[in-house]
């Protein structure tokens, strides 16, 4: 959800609490659309992040290092002029738009006391950052809106600054329920949460579909059709709302899918999508803020870097695929062989009855009970050389029936491989993990003159699981990593486990000498399973064998190897089960640690 003017309320209660008095101590614009303000106070200093982009407009502290342009930009250096080691003194909102005014105290060109306004517009693709100076006069705006953008509200340098076209809706906090019900009563029939939006000042659709689903336990209820009670149930939410937008009992909450993407935010706890979402606490809205937007970020940066990689994958696999298909047709082609050998054998015995010039004669196949057969020839060569000619086609034939299977088993084992890259790219959520990815491939020849510019990156280690028995599970996160846990991080007595012919991770339980019980290999498979191609699949077969059995064979690509002494369970992915084994490991080296 984007950013309403019910939590940047929020936002406006922080930054009162915490950075009214304070001095800027710095100013950074490390993207075109972003600023950072370092605010000095006593105690410490926090960075107030402003961010004017169409996809992510918002104002929170933050704690992720951004880096800085070598050059400042033209906009941060006037921030720079007009604001530097300005005094915050005060912070307004306008009702519950998603306007927010800091006014900055400091002096001017002269030496003369002055306040400098930023006002801060998180609107969609319509946001923006203005600076404006004491008579009301805009300084600059981080983006400027000229005529030919806008010819209701012009933002330029020297125009008067005026407020966005303001929408006729109510302030909850300055509005009791009664007043609010009396408008809904005049507004169109609606859906109960598409009605309130449209009454309701600074209300985002995730927080009226929570109203709508605590009054009528069906999203689909038009407001007309509200029954006495369920106003009663309206009222009472309302005021309890307006409790949590005043301070009472907030609880910022980030709902996130299963896959950890973020997906909903809010000031209190969102129940509207049951366990279809994931929530997690956060102690402010700052900190509720810096992580959904930089996780997202991530995820959007990691799905932008990792496309140029699956599209590399797919490529190869196509053209391995096409190179398949034509090899598979000279095969085809090879299959009459015997049949050109047998040509030889009977012209052969039959040299006799030919004549040079003839294009054809008809023998009997002593190879099939004498049946008469008719044999092409070549005019323009001798009858032994016509026998020659057929013996020379069918040796061709056999050397190429030789080659071509060994090229398609080949082919295919490559094709393996890459669908086991392509699903260890799909199921990247790191840039290490990528790094990886991208050094295998190109150690295998499918990056040509790669260079590793993020040495820096470390590489994760497998990731860990602890079994309900106490058992740590090992699951490698690609095919190199998989090499190193299977082949050397696994002992001999280890549990290994992969599922049957579908791409995955090696996933290794760690005996210790001990004897591993059924429910532990159970949760392996589980992980296994979990952690491959058929995650979305029902009854997917997992191979697992003791470690000394598995080996990887001379010249075999990264991830590939072969076991024997395996038994094979069915297993159904569970997200769940394998997510509180990942929690159980996580916990258990926290306390170790602690």
């Not at 009663?232 to 996130?256: I, N, P, Q």
């Amino acid at each position: 959800m984007a950013l309403d003017g019910a939590f940047l309320h929020t936002i406006k209660t922080e930054l009162e609490q915490i950075a009214l008095g304070s001095r800027i101590d710095k100013i950074s614009q490390p993207s075109r659309e972003e600023v950072v303000l370092t605010l000095r106070f006593k105690g410490g200093n926090k960075k107030l992040l402003i961010s004017a982009g169409a996809n992510s407009p918002r104002i929170h502290f933050t704690q992720i290092p951004l880096e800085n342009p070598k050059t400042p930009p033209m906009f941060c250096m006037l921030m720079r002029k007009y604001l530097g080691s300005g005094k915050l003194v005060f912070i307004k909102q306008m009702g519950l738009d998603r306007i927010l005014h800091l006014g900055f105290e400091t002096v001017d060109e002269l030496g003369d006391p002055t306040v400098v306004t930023i006002a801060v517009e998180i609107m969609g693709r319509h946001s923006n950052m203005i600076l404006v100076n004491q008579q009301g006069k805009i300084i600059d705006s981080i983006k400027r809106i000229d005529e030919e953008m806008s010819s209701v509200r012009m933002v330029l340098p020297g125009l008067a600054y005026t407020l966005p076209p303001m929408q006729d809706k109510l302030n909850l906090l300055e509005t009791d329920s009664d007043t609010i019900q009396e408008a809904l009563d005049k507004a169109p029939n609606a859906e109960l949460s598409k009605a309130l939006l449209s009454v309701l000042q600074g209300m985002s659709p995730v927080v009226c579909r929570e109203i709508a689903q605590y009054v009528t336990r069906d999203a689909t209820v038009y407001k007309d059709d509200l029954t006495e009670d369920q106003k009663v149930r309206l009222s009472f939410y309302l005021d309890t709302l307006r409790k949590k937008l005043s301070g009472e009992e907030r609880a910022f909450t980030m709902l996130t899918e299963k896959n950890g993407k973020p997906r909903e935010f809010s000031f209190f706890n969102i129940t509207q999508y049951g366990t279809a979402l994931i929530a997690r606490p956060f102690d402010s809205a700052s900190e509720l803020l810096d992580s959904f937007y930089s996780e997202r970020d991530r995820i959007e940066r990691m799905k932008q870097r990792s496309h140029g990689l699956l599209k590399l994958l797919v490529n190869a696999t196509d053209r391995i695929s096409r190179k398949l298909a034509s090899q598979r047709e000279e095969l085809k082609e090879c299959a009459g062989r015997e049949t050109l050998k047998m040509y030889g054998d009977l012209l052969n015995a039959n040299l006799y009855q030919l004549k040079k010039g003839m294009d054809k004669v008809t023998l009997q196949n002593y190879y099939d009970e004498m049946k008469p057969v008719s044999i092409p020839l070549d005019p323009a060569l001798t009858p032994a050389k016509n026998a020659q000619k057929y013996y020379t086609e069918y040796r061709k034939a056999a050397t190429a029936e030789k080659m071509l299977t060994s090229l398609i088993v080949q082919g295919e084992q490559e094709l393996v491989y890459l669908d086991s890259v392509f699903d260890a790219v799909s199921r990247t959520t790191g840039e290490s993990e990528l790094l990886e990815i991208r050094e295998e491939l190109a150690e295998q020849g499918y990056l040509k003159n790669y260079k590793n510019r993020n040495k820096q990156l470390k590489p994760q280690p497998p990731i860990e699981y602890r079994s309900s028995d106490g058992f740590v599970i090992l699951c490698g996160r690609n095919n190199k990593q998989n090499d190193k846990l299977t082949l050397k991080t696994a002992r001999g007595d280890d549990l290994w486990c992969h599922t049957h012919n579908i791409p995955g991770s090696h996933v290794i339980v760690v005996g210790e000498g001990k004897e591993i019980p059924d429910r532990t290999i159970e949760e392996a498979c589980i992980v296994a399973a979990y952690n491959s191609k058929a995650r979305e699949s029902a009854q997917v077969p997992v191979d697992y064998t003791k470690a000394r059995y598995v080996k990887k064979p001379g010249g075999a690509k990264p991830g590939m190897v072969i076991f024997t002494d395996n038994r094979t369970a069915y297993i159904t992915p569970d997200e769940e089960m394998v997510n509180a084994l990942r929690q159980a490991a996580i916990d258990r080296n926290r306390s170790s640690v602690g």
